[in-house]
């Protein structure tokens, strides 16, 4: 570039490109904007000042940074209104062979405009006249100007095209956001009324033999809803409101197996604040209950187990001492475990697991793997493990029968 010096050789020198300021507070974009200009005045005044000195006609540091300084901080001025023109037809807005057009005609008068700012200052700062200057720079930096004009508008251009990008990119993560809650949603949607046909069918069985007790399943099986109710627009909770629901649920089937059934709480308190998925355990524990003890003579046995193996991983597991799975069962089958295995997958893809392995008394144990996400720093509570919980019902009453949705 010729640096403005009247009686100076121009040099041709390359232009850095203007760094797309992000948004952000006025305050720090003006810092910003002035700091890149003052960076470049100040790289090309260490330029004139060694090239100068190595021609044997050396110009002091402060001359040299005072007029390149000038030359930068006009092309920053006169930037705004060329970065504001490139916004305003921006490319797709018009016929390309137009913008084209329209940049050639508003690149020269950017030059044009420069050379007489730049003149005036010329004037103000070294005393040099107005048309000496104004003559030197028609020679010397038409060109060069218009360069740095196009400059400017490609980089706005980059600019524009890179927030678009991000405003696409949020776009699209928001639209997959709401597409994952309403899959969810629906989800939910379907496992209470399953869960409700289930428990409604085990109230029929007792209705015509023990009126008393299908009163209270009734009452607690309405607590139980109203809970459900009242969580039902959260995907994921505590784990140890998960097991408070449990137990509500398991105050319910207490009714029908009364002595046949215990359930075992085998869990980390340091796990009971860890998010896990809403109604996740309860699908499992139906299955167990129904496809599992139900079917057999001898006493059953639920094992509730919750770890964490590894610092970032929890560890659900469901066992029973059941029947187990039928040789060539089809694991996947039922809307409890299927629901269950979608919800995983919604919410954590490939990063949660279940599975099924045989029980360690016979039966089955499904175990669920998902991230424990607990914050840093959170205080989880320190309630006892609990385990050998019985859980009873009046003589007499007789299991569910056939007819149950699974």
Same mark, same amino acid.
């Given at each position: 570039m010729a640096v403005f010096i009247p009686g100076l050789s121009g040099q041709n020198v390359a232009i850095e490109t203007r760094t797309p300021i992000g948004p952000g507070p006025r305050a720090t974009r003006l810092l910003l904007f002035l700091g890149f200009w003052s960076l470049v005045g100040l790289a090309f005044a260490g330029q004139l000042y @060694?090239?100068? +000195?190595?021609? %044997?006609? /050396?110009?002091?540091w402060p001359l040299a940074l005072r007029r390149s300084l000038a030359d930068w901080y006009t092309f920053a001025v006169l930037s705004l209104? =060329?970065?504001?023109? +490139?916004?305003?037809? /921006?490319?797709g807005s018009a016929p390309v062979h137009l913008l084209i057009a329209l940049h050639l005609m508003a690149s020269v008068v950017f030059s044009l405009v420069w050379m007489l700012l730049r003149a005036a200052l010329a004037v103000w700062l070294d005393g040099t006249p107005? =048309?000496?200057? *104004?003559?030197? =720079? @028609?020679?010397?930096? *038409?060109?060069?100007n218009i360069l740095v004009y196009w400059v400017i508008v490609v980089a706005a251009h980059?600019? %524009?095209f890179y927030r678009e990008s991000q405003a696409r990119e949020r776009r699209e993560l928001e639209l997959e956001r709401h597409l994952t809650e309403a899959r969810l949603q629906a989800l939910q949607m379907q496992l209470n009324p399953h869960f409700l046909f289930n428990a409604l069918h085990g109230v029929s069985t007792l209705m015509y033999r023990d009126v008393d007790a299908a009163d209270q399943m009734l009452i607690r099986l309405s607590d139980l809803l109203r809970h459900s109710l009242d969580r039902s627009g959260e995907h994921c909770v505590p784990l140890r409101d998960e097991l408070a629901f449990l137990d509500r649920? @398991?105050?319910?089937?207490q009714i029908r197996f009364a002595d046949r059934l215990t359930v075992r709480h085998e869990v980390d308190p340091a796990t009971l604040g860890i998010p896990v998925p809403n109604l996740i355990l309860q699908p499992l524990?139906?299955?167990a209950l129904k496809h599992g003890i139900e079917p057999q003579v001898r006493a059953g046995v639920i094992t509730l187990r919750a770890q964490r193996p590894e610092p970032h991983t929890l560890r659900l597991e469901v066992e029973d001492n059941g029947i187990g799975l039928a040789p060539g069962g089809n694991t996947d089958s039922g809307i409890g475990l299927t629901n269950c295995r979608t919800r995983l997958a919604q919410l954590y893809g490939s990063d949660a697991s279940i599975r099924m392995k045989? %029980?360690?008394? $016979? $039966? @089955?144990?499904?175990?669920?793997?998902v991230p424990a996400m607990g /914050? +840093? $720093?959170?205080?989880? =509570?320190?309630? /006892?493990?609990?385990t050998g919980t019985s859980v009873r019902r009046p003589e007499g009453i007789p299991r569910g029968g056939p007819g149950e949705i699974r």
């Open positions: @060694l090239t100068q +000195a190595k021609r %044997g006609t /050396p110009v002091d209104p =060329a970065i504001s023109l +490139a916004r305003r037809f /921006p490319l107005f =048309a000496e200057t *104004l003559r030197y =720079a @028609l020679v010397a930096t *038409l060109v060069f980059a600019a %524009g649920y @398991l105050d319910i089937e524990v139906e299955n045989p %029980g360690s008394d $016979g $039966g @089955l144990c499904v175990i669920i793997e /914050p +840093a $720093g959170t205080v989880f =509570a320190t309630t /006892p493990k609990r």
